[in-house]
């Protein structure tokens, strides 16, 4: 089993706010990264670090971290941004790598 | 501007062995971690293991018994080998750069099916 959680699906309204959230325990020591996935396509890294944006990732994409939660927020959805979410972390061992168990965000 | 690109068989039996490779152009396989991830039909993501240019390995402890990640620095690519596979290996497999996820291969549908 994953040991980051993340709600199986969001929605949110045009132009409207949405956070995604991910919660465990690696998260208190490690920051996350953040991957999109459309449907057909290979995941795409928009965030990593503490709040770092890759080349090309607009700014309506952003990041935060408290405790044991990790939060990617849409400031201002667009249709485009309807995806799957995934975030990443090191897992318990701090050997390997867990991916959390996916966010569909439907943008209405 | 670094791309990977990757290959190899598509459908296999099960107890036979998966071995997929992945190419790096434009960039050196002697920086960063190297990595295989899968993604089973309508699942989400898990991580194989990885490998970086001195040869060191770090595996899922799920499929440590059954994977192998190795390198051909002359060739610039890096290999995925999983034995002894059944139904539950059917996935789609993707190479990735290990520096935050940030480069991914394009993937490679893999069905193992008698």
């Known amino acids: 089993s994953s040991e980051l959680t993340q709600d199986p699906a969001v929605s949110v309204a045009l132009g409207q706010t949405v956070r995604i959230t991910c919660q465990g325990d690696?998260?208190?020591?490690?920051?996350p990264t953040w991957l999109q996935q459309k449907p057909g396509q290979a995941p795409m890294l928009v965030i990593f670090?503490?709040?770092n944006r890759p080349s090309g990732i607009p700014d309506r994409f952003s990041g935060s971290s408290s405790g044991n939660t990790a939060s990617l927020t849409i400031t201002g959805a667009l249709a485009e941004d309807e995806a799957d979410y995934y975030c990443n972390s090191r897992d318990s061992s701090g050997k390997g790598y867990v991916f959390g168990t996916g966010t569909k965000v439907t943008v209405l | 501007q670094v791309q990977l690109q990757q290959w190899g068989a598509g459908l296999l039996k099960p107890s036979e062995t998966l071995s997929l490779t992945c190419a790096v152009y434009?960039?050196?396989?002697?920086?960063?971690?190297w990595t295989w991830i899968r993604q089973p039909p309508g699942k989400g993501l898990e991580w194989i293991g990885e490998?970086?240019?001195?040869?060191?390995?770090n595996y899922n402890p799920s499929l440590k018994s059954r994977v192998s990640i190795s390198m051909d620095t002359s060739k610039n690519q890096f290999s995925l080998n999983l034995n002894s596979v059944t139904a539950a290996d059917t996935a789609v497999y993707y190479c990735?750069?290990?520096?935050?996820?940030?480069?991914w291969g394009q993937g490679t549908m893999v069905t193992v099916s008698s």
């Open positions: 670090g503490k709040n």
């Open positions: 690696s998260l208190r020591n490690y920051y």
């Open positions: 490998i970086i240019h001195s040869g060191g390995t």
């Open positions: 434009g960039g050196s396989l002697s920086d960063f971690y």
């Open positions: 990735a750069r290990r520096n935050a996820f940030d480069i």
